[in-house]
């Protein structure tokens, strides 16, 4: 499985980005795609995550509101909507993802991902 992840650019306080992930090569029946985002010298902290093969999808309480995961499985795609971004949102965001049948509030830790797309860099300026 290949992750390549884009989107992502410099944007100022209160503004809005969306980021995507493009899931290609070998696929599941069932598998997660999930979106972590890591700053210099943190853990890779969990952002949210989506079921590919049907309902379901979880927020980190830090984004929940402001963030909305989205899939269109057509385009092998997972989208990331960020509104009302703050300077605490800057990080490279990573998608990730897993064999698995999507349990909402499961696989919350990067160690959960075997795969993983390169990364994005999100700046949010005040």
């Known amino acids: 499985v290949q992750l390549q992840a884009s989107g992502g650019g410099l944007v100022q306080a209160g503004g809005s980005l969306r980021v995507s992930c493009v899931v290609s090569?070998?696929?599941?029946?069932?598998?997660?795609v999930a979106w972590f985002r890591q700053v210099p010298g943190k853990e890779r902290e969990f952002v949210t995550s989506?079921?590919?093969?049907?309902?379901?999808?979880y927020y980190a309480d830090s984004v929940k509101g402001r963030f909305t995961v989205s899939r269109d499985n057509a385009k092998n795609t997972v989208y990331l909507q960020m509104n009302s971004l703050n300077p605490e949102d800057t990080a490279v965001y990573y998608c990730?993802?897993?064999?698995?049948?999507?349990?909402?509030?499961?696989?919350?830790?990067?160690?959960?991902?075997?795969?993983w797309g390169q990364g994005t860099q999100v700046t949010v300026s005040s």
């Open positions: 090569g070998r696929t599941f029946s069932t598998y997660v």
């Open positions: 990730a993802a897993r064999q698995d049948v999507y349990t909402r509030g499961y696989f919350l830790r990067a160690y959960d991902y075997p795969y």
């Open positions: 989506i079921n590919w093969n049907g309902p379901g999808t």
